[in-house]
Nanobody, 126 residues
Framework: QVQLVESGGGLVQAGGSLRLSCAAS????????VGWFRQAPGKEREFVAG????????VYADSVKGRFTISRDNAQNTVYLQMNSLKPEDTAVYYC???????????????????WGQGTQVTVSS
C-alpha cells in the first residue's frame, strides 16, 4: 500500500516557477514508477511527466518538455516536479501517482497507475 501527498502548489505569475513535492508512505514506494498528471476544469486528466523506480529514465509531455523536470529521492520517499517558465495554460490540479507493476517502464495513461494523491492546485496568472 502506498499513500501519496502532494504539496507545493499555489498562485504564480506567468514565467515564474514552482516545485511540487509528492511525499509517500509505504515501503514499496522506492520500487514504484511515479507519474505526475494534471487536470484543468472541464478537461480530462493528462499526463505531465513520469520517472522509473531508479530515477534513471524520465519522460515528459510535449507541452512541458524543456520547462518541467521530474526527479526523485527514494531515501526521502519523495518525487519532485520542478516547473519553470510557467504559462497560464499550465493551470490545473496536479496529481502524483504510483505504479508497482513494471516500475522500469514509463507509462502515460492514468489507468496504468495504482495509487493517487489528493492533488495540489497550480494557478498561473497572465
Amino acid at each position: 500500500q502506498v499513500q501519496l501527498v502532494e504539496s507545493g502548489g499555489g498562485l504564480v505569475q506567468a514565467g515564474g516557477s514552482l516545485r511540487l513535492s509528492c511525499a509517500a508512505s509505504g515501503r514499496t514506494f522506492s520500487g514504484s514508477a511515479v507519474g505526475w498528471f494534471r487536470q484543468a476544469p472541464g478537461k480530462e486528466r493528462e499526463f505531465v511527466a513520469g520517472i522509473t523506480r531508479s530515477g534513471g529514465s524520465t519522460v515528459y509531455a510535449d507541452s512541458v518538455k524543456g520547462r518541467f523536470t521530474i526527479s526523485r529521492d527514494n531515501a526521502q520517499n519523495t518525487v519532485y516536479l520542478q516547473m519553470n517558465s510557467l504559462k497560464p495554460e499550465d493551470t490545473a490540479v496536479y496529481y502524483c501517482a504510483a505504479r508497482l507493476s513494471f516500475p522500469y517502464i514509463l507509462m502515460r495513461t492514468p489507468s496504468d497507475y495504482d495509487y493517487w494523491g489528493q492533488g495540489t492546485q497550480v494557478t498561473v496568472s497572465s
